[in-house]
């Protein structure tokens, strides 16, 4: 095989398929040429998606494509088997049996070594942990792959939420199974959204797989905005605070002042919101191109004026399926207060531990969890103020309360370790060196300035987004292509020298 169709079709681990590298826009062209001429057939239009997604999944995560498929197999048969029952028992069985399956799965390539670590310290064992996969594949193809060695599959966190909702709300009655196990397949794999959300839901997705094509000018617009937005966002703010100032202060602390471990901190948060918030804005557009409509996941979440509001802005899609498949169940807030916050708490925790196995992450989980419960505890004892006869300081003072609770947790969710996470701590508190500012500002004022500038942008009015975006929308064609043209060369110009994956796609 030649260099170049290797290239092509055969996954590189080093070079994975990314919103921000030349092969997937390359890959998403040839795509789109393909689907101008089926796309007005929905059962070639779906199998055809299906395909690619497989495709895009083999050349962004490798053969670990096999459990995507493995699950969808899993969750299709369960589906129809809850739906066809009649008894309720057996219904249960079956969802219970998508549950483990599903959480079984994420559990041992994501936790294996949290458990091992566990197990190891309180029975003085020494457990090691065992890639099967990899042994079996090595059995039965002649691969060699290393045994010793789990790598997380990328997106496992996303599909396994995303496949488990589609169980339980055929047992609850919500929704009909899908009768196609291509077009099951199809909702599963979506490309689009399929390694880092949002987490769709089947009654959201599966209409619109028998809906004709459909894309108003005023879509399209929509589209490239949003695509345009996020590689903005991800490549010439979030890509750029990593690379030059946030990773390396996350990496050696002690080596900066307080002022300077204060900023990489407020750095992160703008980094991590535009790096997973780009990732979504495109996906949307992306997804839009094709005709289908994906729910949307942040609204400007560091305007929040409390943590309650706070988590329905950020990563909406995770926020809702906590509440809906883990709080409500739990018995929410229906069965009295102490009971309330420990289910809060149980949520958050959880909710942590979703994102990584690591006690950082559960210190994460339990500072929102907090914060969530003590904002429920005040909405009870002072009654539901209303918002919006707050003075504009109240408010203001409110959002940025809640902005540095948030950005304070974000420190634990970012640090390598403990260890790290309390040495900036201590930093910022020790040894701030106040007197260094003025010169650190001017050292650092091209990074400064764009964190300004994002932030600023972050809180500007809803109204005033609504118009330049609206702006953008209704102007015509040829000059939308040529700020697109000036983008791409803009972003061509600051990139990297190496392509920074997304942030999500470790979870």
């Given at each position: 095989?030649?260099e170049w169709l ?16 030349f ?13 101008s ?12 998606l299906?395909?690619m997604?497989?495709?895009f ?13 493995f699950?969808?197999?899993?969750d299709?048969?369960?589906g129809n ?8 028992w057996?219904?249960?069985?079956f ?10 799965l ?6 294996a070594?949290?458990?091992?670590d ?11 942990v ?28 996303f ?11 055929v ?9 196609n ?10 490309f689009?959204q ?11 997705f599966?209409?619109?797989l028998?809906?004709k ?5 005023h ?5 490239l905005?949003?695509i345009?937005?996020?590689?903005i966002?991800?490549?010439l ?22 002022f300077?471990?204060l900023?990489a ?10 790096d ?7 996906a949307i557009?992306?997804a839009?191109?094709l005709g289908?409509?994906?729910p949307w ?15 329905r802005?950020w ?7 906590l509440r809906d498949?883990?709080?409500?169940p739990l018995?929410g ?6 009971r309330?916050?420990i ?5 958050m925790?959880?909710g942590?531990l ?8 559960i210190?994460w ?5 907090i ?6 505890a ?13 003075t504009?300081?109240g ?7 809640t902005f ?6 974000w ?5 390598r ?27 650092y ?5 764009l ?21 953008f ?7 939308k292509v ?9 972003l ?5 020298a ?9 979870f």
């Open positions: 095989m030649s290797r290239e092509i079709f055969v996954y590189n681990p080093e070079e994975p398929m990314l919103f921000t590298r092969s997937f826009w390359a890959f998403f062209g040839v795509l789109l040429l393909l689907y001429l089926i796309y007005k057939k929905n059962a070639i239009r779906n199998v055809y299906f395909a997604s497989l495709f999944y083999y050349k962004t995560g490798g053969y670990f494509f096999s459990l995507l498929i699950s969808t197999i899993v299709y048969t369960l088997l809850i739906y066809s029952n009649n008894l309720k057996k219904k249960k069985i969802v219970a049996l998508s549950v483990i399956v599903n959480l079984g994420l559990s041992y390539f994501k936790y070594y949290f458990y091992t566990i197990i190891n310290r309180i029975f003085n064992t020494d457990l090691e065992v890639n099967w996969l990899a042994v079996w594949s090595n059995s039965l193809t002649g691969t060699s792959f290393d045994i010793s060695t789990i790598i997380l599959p990328v997106g496992i966190s599909y396994t939420f995303q496949t488990i909702s589609y169980t339980v709300d047992y609850r009655e919500k929704t009909k199974p899908v009768k196990i291509l077009d099951f397949g199809f909702y599963v794999s979506f689009p399929l390694v880092a959300g949002p987490i769709v839901r089947a009654s959201e599966v209409p619109q028998y809906k094509y459909q894309l108003s000018k879509e399209f617009g929509l589209a905005f949003l345009l937005n996020g590689l966002k991800k490549m703010i979030s890509d750029y605070l990593s690379i030059n100032f946030v990773d390396r202060i996350f990496a050696d602390p002690s080596a900066y002042s307080g300077e471990n900023m901190v407020y750095g992160y948060s703008l980094q991590i919101y535009c997973f918030s780009g990732y979504t804005d495109i557009g992306v839009l191109l289908f409509r994906l996941n942040f609204n400007s979440p560091y305007k929040a004026a409390n943590i309650t509001d706070f988590w802005r990563h909406i899609s995770l926020s809702s399926w498949y883990l709080y409500i018995g807030n229906r069965r009295g207060k102490i309330t916050y289910n809060l708490m149980i949520t925790l959880l942590g979703w994102h990584g196995a690591a006690v950082r992450f210190i989980g339990g500072l929102h969890g914060g969530l419960a003590i904002h429920k005040w909405m009870q004892i002072f009654g539901k103020a209303d918002h919006g006869k707050k504009f300081w408010h203001l003072v409110s959002v940025f309360f540095h609770l948030v950005t304070f947790a420190i634990f969710f970012r640090a370790n403990m260890q790290i996470a309390g040495i900036m701590i201590k930093r910022m508190f020790n040894d701030f060196s106040g007197k260094m500012v003025p010169q650190m500002i001017q050292s004022w091209i990074l400064f300035a964190m300004l500038g994002g932030f600023i942008i972050h809180w500007l009015p809803k109204s005033f987004k609504d118009k330049y975006t609206n702006w929308i209704h102007m015509p064609v040829w000059i040529l700020i697109a043209v000036f983008i791409v060369i803009l061509y110009q600051a990139r990297s190496e392509i920074q994956p997304f942030i999500y796609f470790q």
